[in-house]
């Protein structure tokens, strides 16, 4: 393996590079690579039955199943559309039920501050604090097969993510080439993520469909500019406020993740427009703000009037943005214990980075496993050096394969990494409550910064065939 930090005054590397497979090879392995996806999940969806998730939130799909209960006994638009989550005392160990009842099983009154009194019965007590989309899609669900052919709630998710799959494959093909595509397949059907989050009840396997699908439309624009549709711009609002009907902390993946795919651009060379990335991130923006200013109505409704629900926003948002209750492992209070981290937001984003942490290094983990790591390994030397070239020279060929590594731009493709690392962790710095308490379902954001490094990676390897003499 050789290294060339080159200059900023040399000559910059090839625009383009030969491709690594035959088209036909290529498109042939990007259908497996789909099939592949399409057998997990079956096997998947028959290992999980008609129970909750084995590596989904267990704790939001039982909340979003006793709410469905309650949809579907009461009508979709019952107490203002709110889902009652603690509705029926199913699962009763799993979920918001199992802190919120007194011994008497009424709702405990710190969760029903400002709250009507007919509400600290179970059956009556409305979830305020995020977004009904997947609880109401459950109860449409419910409605339709049963409480209690759960299986089946799951095909919805399941028919959406493998439809994004499909479409994001052949989306990257059109724009980066099948030999490419198959790469960047390969890169995302190894993570653990990918399969588990997708016939999840609750909102991580939608989002990451939704994401996918916004990325295609994203992709196909910036790299075939005359591709751009008029339908696009009505979709990504569209793609906006579903996915802020769905829950609240892809706000910033969803309305800046055409900033890294701009920088992206630049790097190679190109001048995408000013115009595009406002759009682009407006368009999403508003459709997310459409759809919380519903809820909040909904929550209006619910409490009797706008100041009772914006009061009810405002604890929550402070509660998410600085505050967790949870305690540091006992090593990191030992590591932590000279340095005055209060109680407050510090403590929390600290938790939060822990958490974030220990999901990317533990290697045999549900989200990223090694190939996080992986990724930001092979990325550094794109980053660093001008070209990185690795020879293999197996014993039975007398002459050598060459795989080489470099950027095929005029200019260094790290801010755009730098940007998908911001849009991945920006909830964790502006939300560290709620990511302390959740990282389990924020965590999944970093896809977003694997994605890039993937796209780097990927449009930067050219493989050279009996190119090195043994001597």
């Known amino acids: 393996m050789s290294c060339d930090p080159g200059s900023l005054d040399g000559p910059d590397p090839a625009t383009t590079h030969p491709p690594l497979m035959r088209v036909a090879t290529a498109r042939r392995a990007l259908i497996g690579a789909f099939l592949f996806v399409v057998v997990v999940q079956l096997i998947y969806w028959i290992w999980i039955g008609n129970g909750l998730g084995k590596f989904s939130d267990a704790h939001s799909e ?22 009652r989550i603690l509705y029926g005392g199913r699962f009763p160990d799993v979920g918001t039920i199992s802190d919120h009842l007194d011994e008497n099983g009424t709702v405990k009154p710190v969760f029903r501050t400002g709250f009507p009194d007919n509400q600290a019965t179970r059956d009556n007590w409305v979830y305020t604090h995020y977004p009904p989309g997947p609880n109401w899609l459950c109860g449409v669900m419910a409605r339709c097969f049963g409480v209690e052919h759960i299986r089946f709630f799951r095909l919805l998710p399941l028919a ?57 439309i994203l992709i196909g624009q910036l790299w075939n500019s005359g591709r751009q549709r008029l339908w696009h711009w009505p979709v990504l609002f569209l793609f906006g406020f579903v996915q802020g009907w769905l829950s609240f902390d892809q706000f910033f ?26 759009l682009t991130a407006a368009l999403p923006c508003a459709g997310f703000g459409l759809a ?63 958490f974030y942490l220990r999901e990317v290094l533990i290697l045999r983990g549900g989200y990223f496993g090694p190939f996080m790591l992986m990724a930001v390994a092979m990325a550094l030397p794109i980053l660093w050096f001008r070209r990185t070239r690795m020879t293999m020279i197996p014993w039975s060929n007398p002459r050598g394969m060459s795989w080489t590594l470099s950027w095929p731009g005029p200019k260094r493709p790290w801010p755009a990494l730098a940007a998908a690392l ?33 796209l780097a990676v990927v449009k930067s390897i050219s493989v050279t065939k009996g190119a090195v003499p043994l001597g």
């Open 62 to 83: 039982a909340d979003a199943l006793r709410s469905a209960a309650a949809y579907a006994t009461d009508g979709l638009t019952s107490h203002h559309g709110l889902p």
């Open 160 to 216: 959406l993510g493998l439809l994004a799959t499909a479409v994001f494959f052949k989306a990257s093909s059109k724009v980066f080439g099948a030999d490419h595509a198959v790469l960047i397949a390969g890169a995302c059907i190894v993570l653990p993520m990918f399969h588990t989050c997708m016939p999840g009840l609750h909102y991580e396997g939608y989002s990451l469909a939704l994401l996918l699908l916004q990325f295609s």
């Open 253 to 278: 993946v969803v309305t800046l993740l055409s900033l890294p795919l701009w920088l992206l651009r630049r790097a190679e060379g190109a001048t995408p427009s000013m115009r595009w990335l406002f």
């Open 292 to 354: 919380h200013f519903l809820h909040l109505a909904q929550v209006a409704g619910e409490l009797g009037g706008w100041h009772p629900a914006i009061e009810e926003f405002r604890r929550t948002a402070v509660e998410r943005a600085d505050r967790s209750d949870l305690a540091f492992p006992p090593f990191l209070e030992m590591l932590l214990r000279h340095v005055p981290v209060g109680s407050g937001y510090f403590r929390s984003l600290g938790l939060g980075g822990y």
């Open 422 to 454: 911001f849009v991945s962790l920006i909830w964790w710095l502006v939300m560290a409550g709620h990511v302390a308490g959740n990282s389990h379902l924020t965590v999944r954001h970093l896809f977003v910064f694997y994605l890039f490094l993937v």
